[in-house]
């Protein structure tokens, strides 16, 4: 995508954002030398833009072979909340995206390859289709953003609506996890239910699985959960769509497995996201009157031992990665900017 089409599609996005009520402030860019656009203030980098502005998000709308950059820009500027929608951001990018995370404690990163996160009617960070949010109780998360479209339509035509949606993105390294969009749907007062969506690739369906199981053991009434696992027929070996969405025989769960594992941990599986609104409001009903029960039932199993698999995934990454610049293969990566060229982040203020 050329940097016109970039400006094109960004100022669009923010035309629909502000229009549906979200606070925009400003812009960062390295494009044409203007002062404003949109009637709002342009800063030539992130550090001027947060010391003038104070925002509380920034959205990241650049092509993913130089969003890293802009990504940690936003980190070093101790934005709060970094929403990145780039697909195609290179895997050794986003470990080195990752390094900076793990220094600091202010600054979360959602995406990239993601639709962004919405609180309907309140405030929206991304590109999903916003006219068919309502605001209402179910939180949902997943890691395919058409999947979770067709979980708002479910809720939405069941009259439950949304409290807030987070789409997290199907790349192998993302910034949020499913466990820690259920931690924050758990705390979430405004949050009755919760439907979680994976698919093949990777094992973050089983720790989230694994906390949903500490959450039902530990909480005196615990919120109904709704999840499905996409992938159930995909081939071995072959990426879905998703950069993330590849089951490695032997090495990466099966669909089943990792919808097997969140039902013994107490959530209700579904094969299809059109089912989930009639579910969940029948689950809620049975909640609120206190006839509520989790379906699954926890088989015994050695327990999973998160640290480990995510280890031996980080060893497989790297390892891969490894064999490929020794048999001279390139690799798609955009080295850090020294001079700060490669900056394209718009913010967002949700105040």
């Known amino acids: 995508m050329t940097r016109p089409e970039l400006y094109i599609k960004a100022t669009k996005n923010a035309q629909d954002t502000i229009a549906y009520g979200t606070k925009v402030v400003g812009g960062v860019t390295k494009g044409p030398k203007v002062d404003t656009h949109l009637d709002l203030p342009l800063f030539g980098s992130m550090e001027k833009a947060v ?6 998000v920034s959205a990241v709308f650049i092509r993913g072979s130089l969003a890293a950059d802009a990504i940690i820009e936003a980190i070093k500027a101790e934005v709060p909340l970094i929403v990145s929608v780039a697909e195609h951001v290179p895997v050794h990018d986003m470990l080195r995206v990752h390094e900076v995370l793990r220094t600091q404690s202010k600054s979360r990163l959602v995406g990239p390859n993601c639709p962004g996160i919405i609180a309907p009617e309140q405030c929206r960070v991304g590109i999903m289709p916003y006219k068919q949010y309502t605001r209402g109780c179910v939180g949902i998360v997943s890691k395919s953003g058409t999947l979770s479209y067709e979980a708002v339509g479910a809720t939405s035509r069941a009259g439950l609506g949304q409290s807030l949606v987070v789409g997290m993105g199907g790349d192998m390294i993302p910034g949020t996890s499913l466990v820690d969009a259920l ?65 490695r025989d032997g090495v990466d769960p099966t669909a089943r497995e990792k919808a097997a594992a969140l039902q013994n941990a107490g959530a ?30 926890r088989k015994e199993a050695e327990p999973i031992d998160i640290e480990a698999r995510m280890m031996r995934n980080r060893i497989d990454i790297w390892g891969r990665y490894a064999r490929e610049v020794e048999s001279n293969q390139a690799l798609d990566t955009v080295p850090p900017d020294p001079n700060g060229e490669n900056r394209g982040s718009g913010l967002l203020n949700m105040r």
């Not at 010391?51 to 509380?56: A, G, I, N, T, W």
């Not at 369906?205 to 005196?220: G, H, K, Q, S, V």
């Not at 579910?279 to 699954?296: H, P, R, T």
């Open 183 to 247: 931690k924050l749907f758990f705390e979430h007062d405004e949050t009755k239910g919760m439907i979680v969506i994976g698919e093949i690739g990777g094992e973050a369906e089983l720790e989230a699985a694994d906390l949903i199981e500490r959450y039902r053991r530990n909480t005196p009434k615990p919120k109904p959960i709704i999840a499905m696992v996409a992938g159930q027929t995909a081939p071995e070996h072959r990426i879905m769509g998703h950069a993330g969405a590849m089951r």
């Open 51 to 56: 010391e003038e502005l104070k925002p509380d």
């Open 268 to 297: 209700v599986v579904v094969p299809h996201p059109g089912v989930m609104g009639n579910i969940m409001e029948k689950l809620l009903a049975s909640y609120e009157s206190g006839n509520f029960e989790y379906m699954g039932k």
